[in-house]
């Protein structure tokens, strides 16, 4: 049903596509098509403008219009969809990296399992820890490397072993390095990368870069 109703608009002209609105969409209502940002339906925009503050460009804005009503439940089937489709909706040619991330989806849980970002790379896996206890983890830990963060207390190592496996098994690596908390349940990375190896039929050997928990790098 139609009503009027405050909705985002995307100037075109402005966008450069270099999708920040898209990680700020917690709705997942705006994607990059031929490099610019679009709204994708009505339904799923809630008019609160989240999106808005990501946007270096000022290429957004909220109006007023008719628009169909917002959807919860179209919400949710759009977002449970689109997680299935993530690891190959999420590339590195949908968003200019101008910062020190080099790749992206970054969360293991996310990158595609055929992904080919990862040949003739130095790759980095890290516990999601890592990055927010040490200072100088761009500098000095994950400079010049694609990068993979993931928990695992948290998420599905078996889930993780079968990804692993199959990008070490496709892709030649220049080198593998594991960066992990000095606490007792982040050596299960250890044991994942060990057994994914393992799988994938290749010789490749890792380096462990421990972090304190006040951010040292032992």
Known sequence: MLVKRKIIKINEELCDGCGNCVLGCAEGAIKII??????????????????????PQNALEIIEREAFEFDEEAVKDHLEKKTKTLCKSLNMADFKL???LTNWPVQISLVSYDSNVF?????LIAADCVPAA???FHKKI?????????????DN???????LKEIFANNNLKSLSLARMEVPCCSKMEAVLKESIKLS????S???ITISRDGRII
């Open 98 to 100: 101008n910062g020190p």
């Open 34 to 55: 031929d490099g610019k940002a679009k709204l994708v339906s009505d339904n799923l925009c809630d008019g609160l403008g989240a999106c808005m503050g990501a946007c």
């Open 157 to 163: 190592t078996e889930e993780y072993i079968k990804k």
């Open 142 to 154: 994950a400079c010049g490397k694609k990068l993979m963060i993931g928990c695992p207390k948290l």
């Open 119 to 123: 040949e003739d790379s130095d790759l």
């Open 201 to 204: 039929g290749k010789n490749i």
């Open 206 to 208: 890792f380096n462990t």
């Open 134 to 136: 040490c200072s100088d």
